[in-house]
């Protein structure tokens, strides 16, 4: 049996992502089929992204939001409990 030790490379965080957006805080109303929406702080939860998680800007702010979600993206929640700021999820599509 081979014991092979685990070894990590050292990278800056510019060589492994290729930008940092931040959203805005837009006003919106509760609805989980409506669009363009704004993701609730709920749609980020322990590793699991859930885009249901959503409710609908209202018209009068639809010019102030700001970032798009694509697969492939990485979300790190901003703010609710102290236990959930930092919350980081995987877009997968």
């Known amino acids: 049996m081979v014991n092979a030790k685990l070894q990590w490379d050292t990278r800056l965080l510019g060589q492994l992502i290729q930008s940092i957006d931040t959203g805005t805080s ?3 109303r509760s609805s989980n089929s409506s669009y363009p929406a ?3 702080t709920s749609a980020l939860s322990f590793g699991r992204f859930d885009a249901s998680e959503r409710k609908a800007i209202l018209s009068e702010d639809l010019d102030r ?7 492939g993206d990485i979300l790190i929640s901003r703010m609710n409990t102290p236990d959930r700021v930092g919350a980081t999820v995987f877009v997968e599509s």
């Open 65 to 71: 939001r700001k970032c798009e979600i694509f697969a």
């Open 38 to 40: 704004v993701l609730k």
């Open 26 to 28: 837009v006003r919106s």
